[in-house]
């Protein structure tokens, strides 16, 4: 079984700071899939990584996928409350749902 | 379109007792899951589907039955409710790249 670990597990920051978490992981992977999950609802995804070194950007969200493909970074510049959630990595090794694996979160909480 | 649905939103059960959760998607994907969540322990993958007919066993597959006898439908059935079933479960319906499209999730407590 792959191994996804995401770092911090909590974090409370002010409206219109910085911030960066991390998904790392000992094996490789083909894929890797940022989700967001709000209170009470499903995972929504918001973006898939696929090549080394692959950045990505989604209005004031930054990710990126690690040369080893091994790893991964989610930046937010001036987080908003409307970013709070649980932050959810997953890294996929084939296209089969028995090989995506999930990391166990980060709880992120943006005070207005 | 709906995207993939759920039911119940809740459900409380005694121990031994039977339920079917149910799940719908209308995006016409072929692959589909069940996972559960539980605190600190991420999604875990129960079963999944990568067509009607077609069945497999994900990560914690014990204790629950699976069958997709459409493309639309994917129900997730407890056969004996135990405490240790207490958690969230998840539908999602995924394209062939693996993108999951959840489902909003049914609480499910077991006394």
């Known amino acids: 079984t792959q191994l996804l670990k995401q770092s911090p597990q909590f974090l409370s920051i002010q409206e219109g700071e910085n911030l960066t978490v991390y998904c790392n992981s000992s094996s490789v992977f083909s894929s890797l899939q940022w989700y967001r999950q709000e209170p009470g609802e499903g995972p929504v995804l918001l973006v898939t990584?696929?090549?080394?070194?692959e950045v990505k950007k989604l209005k004031r969200l930054t990710f990126q996928f690690g040369d080893a493909r091994k790893d991964s970074s989610l930046h937010i510049t001036a987080a908003q409350p409307g970013d709070t959630g649980l932050y959810l990595c997953?890294?996929?090794?084939?296209?089969?749902?028995?090989?995506?694996?999930f990391g166990s979160g980060t709880q992120l909480t943006v005070l207005p | 379109n709906a995207g993939v649905t759920q039911t119940p939103k809740f459900q409380v059960l005694k121990t031994g007792q039977s339920m079917t959760l149910q799940c719908a998607q209308d995006?016409?994907?072929?692959?589909m899951s069940w996972y559960r969540q539980d605190p600190g322990m991420g999604l875990r993958l129960i079963h999944y589907?990568?067509?009607?007919?077609?069945?497999d066993q994900g990560e914690v597959p014990n204790g629950y039955n699976v069958s997709r006898s459409t493309t639309e439908d994917f129900p997730l059935r407890l056969l004996s409710a135990a405490p240790s079933q207490t958690s969230v479960y998840f539908c999602?319906?995924?394209?062939?790249?693996?993108?999951?499209?959840f489902g909003p999730g049914t609480r499910l407590t077991v006394l």
């Open positions: 997953a890294g996929g090794v084939d296209g089969s749902a028995r090989q995506l694996t």
């Open positions: 589907s990568v067509g009607a007919g077609i069945t």
């Open positions: 999602a319906s995924n394209t062939p790249y693996n993108e999951q499209f």
């Open positions: 995006m016409n994907h072929e692959y």
């Open positions: 990584v696929v090549t080394g070194g």
